[in-house]
Nanobody
């Protein structure tokens, strides 16, 4: 059973930075993309950023220019990183790592989530 293991969440003051990481617990074939969603208290889960396996990235408008997603892979491991700068209180949420394989329309793997809290 494959798991996505997230790390890097925590608390930071507004204007600060955090870096999230997500790695698959074992090798996964046919990775098309990895990315991040988030869910704030009382709100629906929303898209944050996604990168294809060759590094093409897309972002939600709310994080463009502040967040950067990257992907690193070798023959065995695949890890995605989300560098979050200029954090705002409205970025406070549980952040979920996702993985989409080449035949999937939507991500088939989801992580357990990591909490990010931004204080004003």
């Amino acid at each position: 059973h494959v798991q996505l293991v997230e790390s890097g969440g925590g608390s930071v003051q507004a204007g600060g930075s955090l870096r999230l990481s997500c790695a698959a617990s074992r090798s996964i074939f046919s990775i098309d993309a990895m990315g991040w969603y988030r869910q704030a208290p009382g709100k629906l889960r929303e898209f944050v950023a996604l990168t294809t396996s060759n590094g093409e990235a897309t972002y939600a408008d709310s994080v463009k220019g502040r967040f950067t997603i990257t992907i690193s892979r070798d023959n065995i491991n695949c890890t995605t990183y989300l560098q979050m700068n200029e954090l705002k209180p409205e970025d406070t949420a549980v952040y979920y790592c996702v993985l989409r394989r080449t035949w999937e329309v939507a991500p088939g793997y989801w992580g357990q989530g990591t909490q990010v809290f931004v204080s004003s």
